[in-house]
């Protein structure tokens, strides 16, 4: 089979890495595969990318639409007349013209999965569990949520998409229950809809002990060790910084208590309880800090189904996290974790003293239950596998 993945990057983030590693199984299994990405970080010759001219992306900031780029050359490409099947997956940043997502769609069997609410709204990739709806899609709370838009052009950009997905025909993958069910809410309901987990590496994620963990990464014994990973989040506005900010305040004087915040792009000096880590790309790394820690806390206020969570529960780490998007398919109430009421830092500071407070058994059992859990229902494999029945499915459509 030969397969074209279409994406923002094949590099950075939860959706590359998907993306990423379905490519390369398929490669493994002696499938064809290529790659279009607007923005290249591997050396994969395979991968090519989409040219944005940034006077179209601010043109297209400037009259609030993502149309005035012409993606349709892509159609002649011999990636896309060989391919079998395309799977898309974010579209988003001013690269990619849905039009040719219609065309494409028509054509040959088309997978978009979902890893934001992009395609069910105007704009943003996030309606921060907002309700409201218009023409089918949900509405975006704010302008300024990115992709950001110079100004209110809600009604031509539902009326645009809603065009575009009547003409189409597309097999949209959510990695979430939550997403899933809000997809079925919106026009593309009209589409085949499946729910496919995201997984991770669980060979690549294990737990390792503790102590000596810490003293490889020359961190405390003798404290309760609290971890805090986002891509960047004191500048990334859904990564919830404020609550980790009230969080470490609310424990300032606490002498039995560390906290690690890793994932910065630029340094940060240390505090006397708070050690910052820059942005980690090797996995052995981030595994390392995952299995030193007590705790994983997540704040994010946006999220669909996030791999650092799935990648700290296959080390053995409870999470204490807030009610958004799909982490409680994951994270079960006070079996491998916390799950806090929705922006609320006093439920998260509950969450924490709940961890805190238990006994050995009662820890070793919670870690017990993370990576059983991880094995069971989110490996790589196990998602890999399912999308190869997806493929299949459709091919023999």
């Not at 395309?86 to 890893?115: A, D």
């Not at 560390?258 to 708070?274: K, T």
Request: aromatic letters at 10%; one cysteine or more; hydrophobic letters at 40%.
């Amino acid at each position: 089979m030969n397969f074209l993945f279409i994406g923002t990057t094949d590099a950075l983030g939860g959706a590359a890495k998907i993306s990423w590693d379905l490519k390369n199984a398929l490669k493994e299994q002696g499938h064809a595969t290529s790659m279009f990405v607007a923005d290249k970080r591997s050396q994969d010759a395979s991968v090519k990318i989409i040219p944005r001219q940034k006077w179209r992306k601010y043109l297209g900031f400037l009259l609030a639409t993502d149309d005035l780029l012409s993606s349709d050359w892509i159609l002649k490409t011999p990636e896309y007349k060989n391919a079998d099947i395309v799977h898309c997956h974010n579209l988003h940043g001013r690269y990619f013209n849905l039009s040719t997502l219609q065309e494409m769609s028509i054509e040959k069997p088309v997978i978009w999965t979902l890893h934001d609410e992009w395609a069910i709204t105007p704009h943003c990739v996030c309606t921060f569990e907002g309700k409201e709806m218009k023409n089918g899609l949900f509405i975006c709370q704010d302008k300024n949520t990115p992709p950001r838009i110079l100004w209110d052009n809600t009604k031509y950009l539902l009326w645009r998409k809603n065009s575009i997905y009547k003409k189409s025909r597309l097999h949209i993958v959510t990695p979430s229950q939550w997403l899933m069910e809000r997809v079925e809410k919106t026009i593309l309901n009209l589409q085949d809809v499946r729910l496919i987990h995201n997984g991770i590496d669980a060979d690549a994620f294990k737990m390792s002990d503790k102590n000596i963990a810490r003293q490889k990464l020359g961190l405390p014994s003798d404290k309760k060790i609290i971890l805090f990973l986002a891509d960047d989040a004191k500048n990334n506005i859904w990564k919830g910084w404020n609550y980790v900010e009230e969080v470490i305040g609310k424990y300032k004087d606490n002498k039995n208590l560390f906290f690690i915040i890793a994932g910065n792009y630029a340094y940060h000096p240390d505090e006397d309880n708070v050690k910052h880590i820059l942005h980690m790309n090797k996995k052995e790394d981030v595994a390392l800090y995952y299995s030193a820690a007590d705790i994983f806390l997540f704040t994010s206020v946006a999220e669909n189904f996030p791999l650092v969570i799935l990648e700290a529960m296959s080390c053995g780490l409870p999470i204490v996290s807030f009610d958004v998007g799909g982490v409680k398919e994951a994270v079960i109430h006070k079996e491998n974790g916390y799950i806090s009421t929705y922006k609320d830092t006093r439920s998260l500071i509950e969450g924490i003293e709940y961890i805190l407070n238990l006994n050995a058994n009662e820890l070793e059992a919670m870690s017990k239950s993370s990576i059983k859990r991880i094995q069971d229902y989110f490996t790589s494999t196990i998602m890999i596998n399912n999308y190869l029945n997806l493929y299949l499915e459709l091919l023999r459509q």
